[in-house]
């Protein structure tokens, strides 16, 4: 993981400003999301293992899981972060043949693996043009 200064660090949003202003980037809005937290993730590559410019936020009020509600989250410090998995299924399933359904790829084999650093700068002028477009949004 390497840590990102970023100007949006701390500020506060709505919700939907900042997933509007961030889809045209190609950021996603983070499976592991919670009622209290999230991250913008932007896969920058996956040939070894998958490269992301991870976004983080906390809510600060509202709820995630109600569009109506407006929820209003606050900007935590941005990372790159690289996960490494392991070729092929996972011959570790024991939940049964529906659970396997969902759980048939490997676990990583590191969660914080070392970041390429051919992609480093990638990374900082991608989260560079994000800055510029929630400026707006302040």
Do not use: C
Not at 5 to 27: A, M, N, Q
Not at 56 to 76: E, N, R, W
């Amino acid at each position: 993981m390497i840590p990102l200064s970023s100007s949006i660090t701390d500020e506060v949003y709505t919700f939907t400003d900042v997933e509007s202003e961030l889809k045209p980037f190609g950021f996603k809005l983070s499976d592991n999301w919670d009622y209290e937290h999230g991250y913008f993730d932007y896969k920058i590559d996956d040939r070894v293992g998958y490269q992301f410019l991870r976004l983080p936020f906390q809510v600060t009020s509202g709820s995630l899981d109600t569009p109506t509600d407006y929820a209003t989250i606050q900007m935590k410090e941005p990372f790159l972060l690289s996960h490494k998995y392991n070729p092929g299924l996972d011959d570790n399933v024991k939940e049964g043949n529906f659970r396997a359904i969902f759980d048939q790829f490997q676990e990583p084999v590191d969660k914080d693996a070392s970041f390429p650093e051919e992609y480093v700068s990638v990374g900082r002028e991608l989260l560079a043009q994000v800055e510029q477009a929630l400026m707006t949004k302040r």
